[in-house]
């Protein structure tokens, strides 16, 4: 190898090196690895790019102090430090470092890095939280994304924190916060997101709040909207009636709109019924005229009374197919929401949307209410009057006049 070619082989390992070095995750960063080898102390992870991190096996146990992950597993942590001669790689927690001293706690709030706490009460105006054996306030404000109406349920609770003040003393004053942390992740996340946020995309998301009108879900980075009318092919009352608050839901994108609030920069309309298959779509052959269905009477009008035969399709009884024997003022007259009935299929309409039902077996009203009587026996609705002869006799009298006058002419 001559001399010119062994220095392009130098610079090219060089190169490598450099690289390298600029590609080593930094403090702060949240990094993935495959774990490579467990001892009592120490987890050791494979971070790529010839790149190693070391976290401490105290992070990985459970309560009972068995370790949470196998060699080969992936690991999910956070760069809590990287030496500055040898580039050793510490790692926190998923979401922060184990802290155990005072000097640790303050070098994570001069670096910014986050650290593990315990919530251990409630006090005016905050969180009392327990960090390496020190006590901590978060004040409420800081305490989550979203306003935490009830800042008790948050007590037991360990979460990642962001030192915020340290003040030193016969003991150290420590103030953070969890929400600083909670928007640099979602800010990630947002940029994420950003190539899947279009029209019609859809998104897994989980319900972070319910109002009367509709349901607040967080898309991990963008929060939208579902309205109550996007929520199913059925009428609900109420959201709760179909959501809880930290539910996983699939959602498909219906609008994104621009608000110039750089707080809240979109307003994201969601829904959950777009994913629903469309009840209609084979409902000529599931429904054929003259079979009979079960159903729920879901409100009445004084035309007729409306039947859920299954979420998102409905049929109607027209008030002259209640079969009631009598004739109606209004269905609520036999009917009540809410009541099962077995109906008969009269028509099906599906490009209306339209399914014609019938109370009545045979798919008619059983017990019309009968015609009048042609003679005055009382029966009659007009009251007719005894001399006036039926139509017939009035046809036969004319025939037997038209006879008569053709005799004559013959």
Not at 25 to 45: C, S, T
Not at 341 to 348: F, I
């Amino acid at each position: 190898m001559t001399d010119e070619s062994e220095f392009e082989a130098l610079l090219r390992e060089l190169e490598k090196t450099e690289q390298a070095v600029a590609e080593r995750p930094k403090p702060g960063e949240r990094v993935k690895g495959q774990v490579l080898a467990i001892d009592e102390a120490q987890v050791f992870v494979d971070l790529g790019g010839k790149a190693e991190g070391v976290m401490d096996i105290g992070n990985l146990k459970n309560q009972d102090g068995s370790i949470k992950v196998a060699i080969g597993d992936e690991l999910e942590a956070v760069v809590a430090g990287v030496d500055a001669e040898t580039g050793a790689i510490t790692l926190g927690g998923k979401h922060g470092k184990q802290a155990h001293g005072a000097e640790e706690l303050e070098a994570a709030y001069q670096q910014g890095l986050p650290v593990e706490g315990s919530v251990t009460g409630t006090t005016k105006g905050g969180l009392e939280v327990r960090i390496a054996g020190h006590r901590a306030f978060c004040p409420a404000s800081q305490a989550d994304i979203r306003f935490v109406e009830d800042l008790s349920s948050m007590v037991g609770q360990q979460h990642a924190f962001r030192i915020t003040k340290l003040e030193k003393g016969k003991r150290l004053n420590l103030v953070v916060s969890r929400r600083a942390l909670l928007e640099a992740e979602r800010a990630a996340q947002a940029e994420a997101l950003k190539e899947q946020l279009q029209e019609g995309a859809v998104l897994n998301g989980t319900v972070v709040g319910i109002k009367e009108f509709g349901a607040f879900v967080d898309l991990g980075g963008a929060e939208g909207m579902v309205h109550i009318s996007e929520m199913s092919l059925t009428r609900i009352r109420h959201p709760e009636d179909l959501l809880s608050l930290g539910q996983e839901v699939e959602v498909q994108v219906l609008r994104i709109e621009n608000t110039g609030n750089p707080k809240r920069p979109q307003k994201i309309a969601l829904s959950i019924r777009a994913l629903a298959k469309d009840p209609w779509s084979d409902v000529a052959v599931r429904y054929a005229p003259g079979s009979r269905v079960d159903g729920r009477v879901t409100r009445t009008q004084p035309f007729g009374a409306f039947v859920e035969l299954e979420p998102g399709l409905e049929g109607m009884i027209h008030i002259s197919e209640l079969g009631a024997g009598r004739r109606l003022n209004h269905p609520d007259e036999v009917l009540s929401t809410g009541q099962p009935v077995t109906a008969t299929v009269l028509k099906v309409e599906p490009e209306r949307k339209r399914i014609g039902l019938s109370l009545a077996a045979d798919g008619g009203a059983p017990d019309d209410e009968p015609p009048p009587e042609r003679s005055g026996r009382g029966g009659g609705r007009r009251g007719r009057r005894d001399d006036i002869a039926d139509p017939d006799d009035r046809l036969g009298t004319f025939g037997d006049l038209l006879k008569k006058q053709m005799g004559r002419d013959d």
